[in-house]
Nanobody
Framework: QVQLVESGGGLVHAGGSLKLSCAAS?????????MAWYRQAPGKQRELVARITNSAHTDFADSVKGRFTISRDNAKKAVYLQMNSLKPEDTAVYYC???????WGQGTQVTVSS
C-alpha cells in the first residue's frame, strides 16, 4: 500500500511563503499517478488545492491560483506545493493524495497569522 508523508508545514505571517513536500513510499506506479494536495480548515470540508497529472498538467483551486504552484519529481517519488503570498484563510491541515490509488498522507498543519 502506498504511504505518503507530508512535511514543511508551520506558522507563517500573512504574505509569507511555505513549501510543502510529500514523499511516497511503496509506490511502484508513482510516475503515472495523479497527485494532489487537499486542505481542510476547522469546521469546513476537505477541498482540492492543486493537482498534477503524470504528464505534469496542473489544476488549481480558484482561491490559490497565481499564488501556489505544484510540482513533482518522479525520480524521488515526491510532490511539492509552493505556497506564496499566504493569507490567513489558507490556514488548514494540508493533505497529500495519490488520486490514482486513493492514498492519503497524515496531513501537515499550515497556520497563517494576520
Amino acid at each position: 500500500q502506498v504511504q505518503l508523508v507530508e512535511s514543511g508545514g508551520g506558522l507563517v505571517h500573512a504574505g509569507g511563503s511555505l513549501k510543502l513536500s510529500c514523499a511516497a513510499s511503496r509506490s511502484v506506479l508513482f510516475s503515472i499517478s495523479t497527485m494532489a494536495w487537499y486542505r481542510q480548515a476547522p469546521g469546513k470540508q476537505r477541498e482540492l488545492v492543486a493537482r498534477i497529472t503524470n504528464s505534469a498538467h496542473t489544476d488549481f483551486a480558484d482561491s490559490v491560483k497565481g499564488r501556489f504552484t505544484i510540482s513533482r519529481d518522479n525520480a524521488k517519488k515526491a510532490v511539492y506545493l509552493q505556497m506564496n503570498s499566504l493569507k490567513p484563510e489558507d490556514t488548514a491541515v494540508y493533505y497529500c493524495c495519490d488520486e490514482s490509488t486513493s492514498s492519503w498522507g497524515q496531513g501537515t498543519q499550515v497556520t497563517v497569522s494576520s
